[in-house]
T-cell receptor
Framework: KQEVTQIPAALSVPEGENLVLNCSFT??????LQWFRQDPGKGLTSLLL?????REQTSGRLNASLDKSSGRSTLYIAASQPGDSATYLC???????????????FGTGTRLKVLA | NAGVTQTPKFRILKIGQSMTLQCTQD?????MYWYRQDPGMGLKLIYY???????DKGEVPNGYNVSRSTTEDFPLRLELAAPSQTSVYFC?????????????FGPGTRLTVT
């Protein structure tokens, strides 16, 4: 059964620091992996989606990497700003029928606070 | 393009009452999903649908029902509400045409059962 873990659960960094958020998954048979941002009391906003055949995706100051063989993805945020403060979630779409190919499985998120 | 819309935004129910959470998307997406998010937890899949007339259970379907009569709408029905159903409910949709299945989320419905 696919399980997704995000460590740490919370992180505080000073403004301007480059940082890495981690996402681990137990089954390497994935179709893709999606990173989301969630602001308090709000819905989820898609940041980046990496297909299983890709190694990384970039959008502005964000870079997401994927290593299927080790079951890991990282979200790199460059030059962090107070506006980046939010909870970041990753979600995996399995490619094996036994895990359910139509579904996404979510991690519990990392709550990021960037201090001014 | 409104994307995924959900109503209501907030609701308080008494134990044993019933209600329907509405979800509509205007992006012609085939796949639609209902999740619940409890404090400090990730999202748990309640039900999903791969197209009109086709629905299936997710991880936590007990106490809920869904229907999908059109591509646009995917309502979630709570029968006999219980305190354990206090949560934030999110609806999402994905396109199949692009083969990425990227998920687009609605703003959520915050439900309290007392």
């Amino acid at each position: 059964k696919q399980e997704v873990t995000q460590i740490p659960a919370a992180l505080s960094v000073p403004e301007g620091e480059n940082l890495v958020l981690n996402c681990s998954f137990t089954d390497s048979a994935i179709y893709n992996l999606q990173w989301f941002r969630q602001d308090p009391g709000k819905g989820l906003t898609s940041l980046l989606l990496i297909q299983s055949s890709q190694r990384e995706q970039t959008s502005g100051r964000l870079n997401a990497s994927l290593d299927k063989s080790s079951g890991r993805s990282t979200l790199y945020i460059a030059a962090s700003q107070p506006g980046d403060s939010a909870t970041y979630l990753c979600a995996v779409r399995p490619s094996s029928v036994t895990s359910g190919t139509y579904k996404y499985i979510f991690g519990t998120g990392t709550r990021l606070k960037v201090l001014a | 393009n409104a994307g995924v819309t959900q109503t209501p935004k907030f609701r308080i129910l008494k134990i044993g009452q019933s209600m329907t959470l509405q979800c509509t998307q205007d992006m012609n997406h085939n796949y639609m999903y209902w999740y619940r998010q409890d404090p400090g937890m990730g999202l748990k899949l309640i039900y999903y649908s791969v197209g009109a007339g086709i629905t299936d259970k997710g991880e936590v379907p007990n106490g809920y029902n869904v229907s999908r009569s059109t591509t646009e709408d995917f309502p979630l029905r709570l029968e006999l509400a219980a305190p354990s159903q206090t949560s934030v409910y999110f609806c999402a949709s994905s396109p199949w045409q692009t083969k990425t299945y990227e998920q687009y989320f609605g703003p959520g419905t915050r439900l309290t059962v007392t």
